[in-house]
């Protein structure tokens, strides 16, 4: 079959013909259709330091995507050949504290499909049936394909109280731009929306955002959302130290911030007056919870509350898969795919 | 100044000429506007068990109004003259445990206006300060004037998890009719309402029900829309046993009933196979969360999220006030209002 | 091997030799050495109507126990041969949105050991790996046999707000008992236990109970302890009609009911005063939170915070069974057990 | 009346004659009896740059106190001469969205005794009645006298969820010597305090925790307690640096922690390492919730269930104020009293 693998240490993707993966009894083999390009998948690409750390070459990269099933192992009783299926790219090992208390998206043992293990840049994949979710007939494999990310957004928006709230989110790649969705769909009151790039403020307007402006404008559109006192919730999207300070800055006193942008290095922080004096929590947010969030997902696309789509700026075959990388660099763009088969 | 007054043990009331009420150090004098019909107003028209054995006459009716402040007494900081206002009927005393860690709605030392002491069925109203609310600009006298009702359903459903859920609301008063608008505002998945009356259904379907049912065939909209599993969330507006039962029968097991509707007497209920063995949570819902509710209406009113303008289907001067009882006595009428001033 | 069988539609057990269970890939074989004797039991025992309803003869009852793998599936991973333990006997299908969102205790697809599937009254007894539990080397097979019971008391208790709390406890049955421990164990400020047998109430007295009172005198030890309010907290344990109408009675407005006690038969509420009006919330208590309240119970063991083996007062070899039954009967006795190997 | 006064901008304090204060109506007259000394205190006394920030000389320090009531404003209706209290010294404004929303320990508009107003340093202090509390009769002044501190520390302990959890408190002064106490009564399974300060973990083993480590020992501690996992739960109280990154890095995925020491100026942290991929959640930690905590104290204290008594480690008159803060900047002292009558 057709796959990115990450042949080497060293920048670069390389569009190879590898075997077909051989499944294991307890898990299915899925025929890929549409698969998501993430912000991960450039680390991997330029091969920085977080890459070179954590991943062991050569091995197929993507974690986010959609397809068929095609075949099934003989342990698997819930999954069957012809179901349309997205899954969760995080194999966890179900038995620790966390994943026996619903925290499984914390699991320590947590391998990544595209990070830890063959991944989903391929015509096939093999995952194993309890991380399989299926798609309602009215979810298009474009927006199966990047239900990773989107279940991020869930999980930022929806571990907050939203309805009736007024919300702050910073930063509106591919996540943040869901997030803004969400948000308006789960009841915010008044969502402001901030980023330098031009292109996604217009994005963000088109999902939903009642301000969308510049980080500079951020704090005079808050104090007139809110009278000056601050939105209820923070969801920061950008990991870029000056809006983490926004975001404490601009949440109100006994306010909730939640993080999932994530800083290159460390930073400068007064606990004192940014976080302590204020009240606030801070939410730390890993990955989408298993299965609450995806649940979340089914129920919001089923009832059509919430459409991805417009996220949704590049489309490429696998072999433009540098071309794919850079749309992602240049800032401009919202949700990247592959289109595969 | 006019006003309807309960006279004496007995059925109905007595439009007269009263003298203005005299306000304390801490109250302010209000000009009625626009005051909400309720339930209890029947009851204590009709003269009940219930009413008889709470209301001490005579005493000015009605607990649902806005209006204009006109006279503040000397002590009062923060509400001025010629403020549009509306306020909390609950008059507690803000010093038991109950008032004192957020749970005021609960107060057993509760005095409520137009029940324990004089109401707003008249040209004013004396309120103590800390019961006022201030209106938007964007909110009218009718819409500030059933703020009560309105806070009764925000209460109600937003003390359970809406977001994504699927929610069955059985009773579609006015009280449930608000209810479907707010779940649906804040991203309720589906919303099925049930009631008897076809004319409700109606009003049920403006604001946003998904499905609107007779109670017959609540249970098949429920399985059609849940897979067989029942509701996240029953809001239980009906206080008719049916109901209740087709709440405990419908809601998922480990789901979550909220009961608004007061049934008159007592009747037969199979904890076992209701409630213990389904796992679920059943919560017994008093007036507003002071001031909780009182935020959330503000918020999803200035956000004009939500209207409850359809559900006022009937407006009466106050001399009309015979009339005004038989239209909620009729099972037809949305919320009913006097026009004031 | 021995085991008590229930052979026929039709009261009482019979002592027989069985074949051992052959296990799955997935499974365990455990050599049992104690088994909790459980009210569910003695409904079998007696072929009651659930008991005709729910059962399919023949069957190993019995579903409370601890022991020792000696034999494990080649699937299993994570349980080896000679592990001390324990293991939850609800076997769930694992993969419903219950399951999935850590709700597993009302999967509706539960299949319970020694009711629907053969039991733990035998020398051996198969359990799926996911279902076993380890037990700490300080952990007693005794205790270790009951942690099933133990755990419904602390998933009643500890799904309460505890600490700092006045609690009821109504029943003085071997998980009412296992309650008072657990709650004193995590802070609650005054206990009130109630029973109708002195026994008992001696008893809730050594687990802890600051007042363990006839039903009687439960509503002056309530006023005395809470100045009239009532309690934070009811932990309603016995099932029993009047003891139901106290938990609504004694609880504090805003309060909290959990009820696991199983009434026989359905009961008048009137759900106007005892629920609605005093804005509490109730929780029917199913099995044990999987696995939230293993690891709770592993926690508070493994620092000998509670020691349930005051609880147990009686212990009989398998052949003594009908005596076992009758003990529990009899309503003097705390837990009863099996000492089988 | 005797009063400690800071009489002008720089160091110290002095024993001055003032007037005795005048109430208003709402207000009543306490004579002080016990008054507890604070880290915020030191901070006035050596006129650093936060004291120059805030405060306005010439004013009554001390914030924390207890004593008995000799006059009530006409007003007052729920205290009475010869009451036995202490008081909550954030005098808020109880109309903000926060107060109203039982969030008043964040108003914007709090104004503290001793801080922005005249305190308790003193033979007499007026207080606004609604921050009265009234004392068992079972509870000294001396405790009554630091019930400011102790609400701290509740406040940080039981917003955490302490029955069963493993508790980490990074700092041993007496706040953190009372969180000990407290989480140990409310049912944590295992606490490790650390502190540079040996006679800080004598006291802190004389309050109940299981490891009280020098700093350098907490990790191998933490690693005993929890197979490796990291604690449930961080109580910061120390607001060092190597602290609150201790307070990360020993903290489970999934965890939290409460942040209540202040670093006294902004430090480096790694959000991506330290906050985000471990799903943690922070809270950060102001005053007293008004007034759940303040009920938890009182629960805790009427059922004996906790002693903050050892961590009083010095007693002084008013007129030995400089050895009292002395004292305190010694880094020995538990808790430092001054005995006014």
């Not at 995080?90 to 620790?96: A, S």
């Not at 394909?145 to 571990?159: C, E, K, S, V, W």
């Not at 808050?222 to 209820?232: K, N, S, Y």
């Not at 870029?240 to 909730?256: E, K, N, S, T, Y």
Request: some cysteine; charged content about 25%; aromatic content about 6%.
């Amino acid at each position: 079959m057709k796959a990115l693998v990450k042949e080497a240490a060293g920048p670069g993707f390389k569009l190879c013909d590898c075997p077909e993966p051989v499944i294991r009894d307890d898990e299915v083999l899925i025929r890929v259709r549409r698969a998501g390009v993430c912000g991960t998948d450039v680390h991997i690409y330029d091969w920085d330091d977080w890459a070179k750390g954590r991943c062991r070459p050569p091995f197929v990269v993507g974690h986010e995507f959609a397809g068929d099933v095609v075949q099934v192992g003989k342990l698997v009783t819930d999954v069957g050949e012809g179901d349309r299926v997205t899954a969760e790219g995080h194999i966890v090992d179900g038995r620790c504290l966390l994943c026996r208390t619903g925290n499984a998206h914390v699991c320590p043992r947590t391998r990544i499909i595209g990070v830890d293990r063959d991944g989903c840049f391929a015509e096939y994949i093999a995952m194993p049936a309890t991380n399989v979710w299926h798609l309602d007939d009215n979810v298009s494999y474009e927006v199966g394909g990047i239900h990773d990310p989107m279940g991020n957004a869930f999980h930022t928006a929806l571990t907050a109280d939203i309805p009736g709230s007024t919300v702050l989110i910073t930063g509106c790649g591919p996540i943040g731009l869901f997030a803004i969705g969400i948000c308006r769909a789960a009841g915010a009151s008044r969502i402001i929306a901030s980023d330098v790039n031009d292109r996604r403020l217009e994005l963000a307007r088109t999902m939903g955002a009642h301000d969308a402006v510049h980080p500079a404008e951020a704090e005079g559109a808050v104090r007139r959302a809110t009278g000056g006192l601050g939105v209820d919730v923070v969801l920061e999207m950008s990991g870029v130290p000056p809006a983490i300070h926004q975001a404490f800055a601009l949440v109100r006193v006994g306010g909730r911030v939640q993080m999932l942008g994530i800083p290159a290095k460390p930073m400068d922080i007064d606990f004192a007056t940014e976080v302590i004096f204020k009240g606030i929590t801070i939410y730390g947010v890993v990955g989408r919870r298993m299965y609450d969030t995806w649940i979340q997902m089914t129920q919001f696309l089923r009832a059509r509350q919430f459409d991805p789509s417009p996220v949704i700026t590049h489309r490429f075959p696998l072999a433009d898969a540098d071309e794919a990388i850079r749309a992602i660099k240049s800032g401009e763009a919202g949700k990247v795919v592959f289109e595969i088969a």
